[in-house]
């Protein structure tokens, strides 16, 4: 089933902060998130795994609430690079290969 | 170090038709992944290959079908099209230590956007 993510769209000026949302109804292993700009390919942000593990860019920070099945993306002094669409992948115990997106939540940074 | 590339990036196609795709894998990646992307939607998980073997399968009928070669590289081939096809296709490298240990980072091709008339 697919992880639900909101906002599904937000609007920021630059210099300003965004969380994005990610949650499932179904026990999940990993979290996976992207991000991809219209007409490109998506580029990895950062796994989190069930027991605390992260890998991801260093600029990047997000939060992985096992017993809530939910994950955050927290986007910091946000950037005119940081526009395009974040995509959340959810990975459930025994399938941890097979990523399920959401819908995506699409960033539009201002100057 | 060279990225994922696919081929071709533009296609159309007849309903009904057969089409392959291509999907040439980051140098040193064993795994392959490939998704469907809707437009306004996220991907959609077809099928992974790990070694030349499939390695899970998402929600997709028969007609759907793949290959790894010994190189890693892949194709995608869709017999029978139909028009609900039309989407951009995606393929995702990653490496993995085994077939069943992850979750890996995937890097992303540019995909190939088909359509299907």
């Known amino acids: 089933q697919q992880p639900v993510q909101s906002p599904q769209a937000v609007i920021l000026r630059e210099g300003e902060d965004a969380v994005i949302n990610c949650s499932s109804s179904?026990?999940?292993?990993?979290v996976h998130w992207y991000r991809q700009k219209h007409g490109e390919a998506p580029v990895f942000l950062m796994i989190?795994?069930?027991?605390?593990e992260q890998k991801g860019h260093e600029k990047i920070s997000a939060s992985f609430n096992e017993k809530k099945q939910q994950s955050s993306l927290y986007l910091t002094a946000s950037q005119l690079s940081y526009s395009g669409t974040y995509f959340c992948?959810?990975?459930?115990?025994?399938?941890?290969?097979?990523?399920?997106f959401g819908s995506g939540t699409q960033l539009t940074v201002l100057p | 170090e060279t990225g994922v590339t696919q081929s071709p990036t533009h296609l159309i196609k007849t309903r009904g038709q057969q089409v392959t795709l291509r999907c040439s894998s980051q140098?040193?990646?064993?795994?392959v992944s490939w998704y469907q992307q809707a437009l306004g939607q996220g991907p959609q998980f077809i099928f992974q290959?790990?070694?030349?073997?499939?390695?899970g399968r998402g929600n997709f009928p028969p007609r759907f079908s793949g290959l790894q070669f010994p190189n890693y590289s892949s194709e995608l081939n869709v017999n029978a099209l139909e028009l609900d096809d039309s989407a951009l296709y995606l393929c995702?490298?990653?490496?993995?230590?085994?077939?069943?240990?992850?979750?890996?980072?995937?890097?992303f091709g540019p995909g190939t956007r088909l359509t299907v008339t």
């Open positions: 995702a490298s990653s490496l993995a230590l085994t077939r069943d240990r992850g979750p890996y980072e995937q890097y």
């Open positions: 179904k026990a999940l292993y990993s």
């Open positions: 989190l795994l069930k027991g605390g």
């Open positions: 992948g959810t990975a459930p115990p025994g399938s941890a290969r097979q990523l399920t």
């Open positions: 140098s040193g990646h064993n795994t």
């Open positions: 290959y790990y070694r030349e073997e499939e390695n």
